[in-house]
């Protein structure tokens, strides 16, 4: 008797379609999954679509609007076992940023009709609203990491994605503290590792596109910077507010450095 496939769907939400695309970059190792999995449901690869339930699901992007909102709970009932890609995806993204004002000022100035639009006032994880099985972080995500996640669910294992720090990454590739000896400004010590450390390895600070790492301080980190780098407080809430803005240690950190 022929096994059966389980069957992969990816889903987009508000996002620029660079986690997606990752995966279509993995090119040989896809070729390899694509043996284990029927990928039933990718309209970034094929129109052709398999109809649900679904085994597993990568869902990328932000739920922005009320479609979306509804959107999110149906695909969470189609899906056995559910994956969040990227940062829009675990944490409400770069397009997060409208969390701290008012979207209804940002659509009149931006669309001839605003009434037309519609849009919830805030960009929020996928976690917010449904239950989320594995997050995978990354702006974008690490094809790697995406690799293993999609592996791990084949041999019903724990992913082996590791919690450390990009700090540590630099650590293992040997790289300068950027910090230490340049006087850099780097979100290193506070961010998922992840991106093997690709900004510090060309002398560059961490912008934190893997966002916090488990049990991280960033607001303590930014007074630092802050005190040993002269950084305006301004500049200190702009470096915690890019990718992942929304994801609550940053959150937090930046609303602080905004009170007195």
């Not at 059966?4 to 620029?16: E, N, T």
């Not at 995806?89 to 969390?99: E, K, Y």
């Not at 009709?113 to 917010?128: N, V």
Request: glycine share 6%; proline share 6%; aromatic share 8%.
């Amino acid at each position: 008797m022929k096994r059966r496939k389980p069957k992969l769907a990816v889903w987009k939400f508000a996002s620029c379609d660079g986690c997606q695309l990752t995966l279509l970059d993995c090119e040989d190792h896809l070729l390899a999954v694509a043996q284990e999995i029927e990928i039933a449901n990718f309209p970034e690869a094929s129109r052709a679509v398999v109809a649900g339930p679904y085994d597993l699901s990568l869902v990328e992007g932000s739920i922005t609007t009320p479609h979306d909102k509804e959107r999110i709970h149906e695909i969470r009932k189609q899906s056995k076992f559910l994956i969040t890609i990227g940062a829009c995806a675990t944490s409400g993204g770069i397009q997060a940023l409208r969390n701290f004002k008012d979207v209804k000022e940002f659509t009149s100035i931006v669309y001839a009709k605003p009434e037309y639009i519609s849009t919830l006032a805030t960009s929020t994880a996928i976690s917010d609203h449904i239950k989320v099985d594995f997050e995978l972080r990354g702006c974008p995500i690490d094809k790697k990491q995406l690799i293993e996640v999609i592996t791990a669910y084949l041999w019903h294992r724990k992913p082996q994605v590791v919690a450390d720090s990009v700090c540590i990454e630099c650590k293992r590739k040997g790289n300068v503290c950027v910090m230490v000896a340049h006087g850099t400004p780097c979100l290193g010590p506070v961010t998922h590792a992840g991106c093997n450390a690709l900004c510090p390895t060309y002398d560059r600070g961490c912008y934190a596109c893997f966002g916090p790492k488990e049990n991280s301080n960033p607001e303590s980190l930014a007074r630092h910077l802050q005190k040993e780098f002269r950084i305006p407080t301004p500049e200190a809430i702009r470096a915690l507010r890019s990718f992942n803005c929304w994801a609550e240690p940053f959150r937090k950190a930046s609303q602080g450095l905004e009170s007195p």
